[in-house]
């Protein structure tokens, strides 16, 4: 599973840097996936969005049910 939660986060990726903006795998912990927002995230004011209705459901959508996205500083 982490192989493709690896892949998945890289599309993502591409998707964030359109907009100036990037993110960061910290950890894989089980189902919980941690990540940075970076460049233009980081001060965004969405963030906690694009974390939970935009990756989070990605994720749990592609991948499986359980999985949990937590931002870390």
């Known amino acids: ?3 493709k939660i690896r892949q998945k986060l890289e599309e993502l990726r591409a998707m964030l840097q359109s907009d100036n903006g ?3 795998l910290v950890a894989i912990d089980g189902n919980t996936v941690k990540l940075r927002l970076k460049g233009a995230c980081r001060g965004c ?3 906690t ?3 939970k209705q935009g ?3 990605m994720l ?3 991948i499986s049910e359980a999985i949990t ?3 870390v500083q």
Do not use: G, K, N, Y
């Open 45 to 47: 004011p969405h963030a």
């Open 69 to 71: 996205v937590e931002q």
């Open 1 to 3: 599973m982490e192989a």
């Open 55 to 57: 990756i989070e459901a």
């Open 22 to 24: 990037d993110l960061e």
């Open 60 to 62: 749990r959508r592609d």
């Open 49 to 51: 969005q694009t974390i």
